[in-house]
């Protein structure tokens, strides 16, 4: 019967170590699991055993991964999901997501929050153009109306909208229709809903091209 030999940490991966079965090097896991299954050197190295270590550190090395995806900046669940199928340990995806959202290390309205602020603060955005974005990484539709609702307690979007104007057309003597077109079409660009548009729109006078002198 093969028996454990050696259990040593591993030099350049302080959080693994490398199992020695019959003096020689047979694998190498996380050290969750040395504790896990209390491995011990004189301990019996069945192939069950190592079927159940093998299985057990694909987890962890998935979770240890994904862990430090999240590490960089807030993501959300549809992210870890990719990140995952490109790693090849979309077969666990359950299991990851589900420890990752028990940790609150993965929070979907959390995600939405902080996406929206930094967008509408730093860029700009508008409602429409958050929903798009927010859509396409599959957030759920509520939390994303119940985020932007709350957002909008602290900025006002007709507001914003107007300011932008202001900006596009305060070196325009006389602005004519193509220009409130231009505008236009640059606030929908930045994703201003069309009442909003259209407030900001009517603090200024627009003069068709032949009426310029």
């Not at 959080?15 to 004189?42: A, H, N, P, Q, T």
């Not at 069945?46 to 998935?62: C, F, I, K, S």
Request: net charge neutral.
């Amino acid at each position: 019967m093969a028996k454990i030999t050696g259990i040593t940490q591993q030099k350049k991966l302080r959080e693994r170590f490398s199992i020695f079965v019959d003096g020689k090097f047979e694998m190498g896991v996380d050290g969750s699991l040395v504790v896990k299954y209390d491995l011990k050197i004189g301990d019996s190295f069945t192939p069950e055993l190592q079927h159940d270590l093998e299985n057990d550190d694909r987890v962890e090395m998935a979770y240890l991964g994904a862990l430090n995806f999240i590490a960089f900046r807030e993501r959300c669940e549809n992210e870890v999901h990719e990140w995952l199928f490109k790693k090849k340990f979309i077969d666990l995806e359950d299991e990851i997501i589900t420890r990752l959202k028990d940790r609150n290390y993965l929070n979907d309205e959390r995600f939405a929050r902080l996406f929206i602020r930094d967008r509408v603060k730093i860029k700009g955005w508008g409602p429409i153009k958050l929903r798009h974005e927010l859509n396409s990484k599959r957030i759920a539709k509520n939390i994303t109306e119940n985020e932007i609702e709350e957002i909008r307690e602290e900025f006002d979007f007709n507001e914003m909208a107007l300011d932008f104007a202001h900006r596009k057309l305060k070196n325009i003597e006389r602005p004519t229709i193509k220009d409130k077109k231009r505008v236009w079409a640059f606030l929908q660009r930045k994703g201003f809903e069309g009442p909003s548009i259209s407030q900001a729109l009517s603090e200024f006078t627009f003069h068709r091209e032949e009426e310029n002198p």
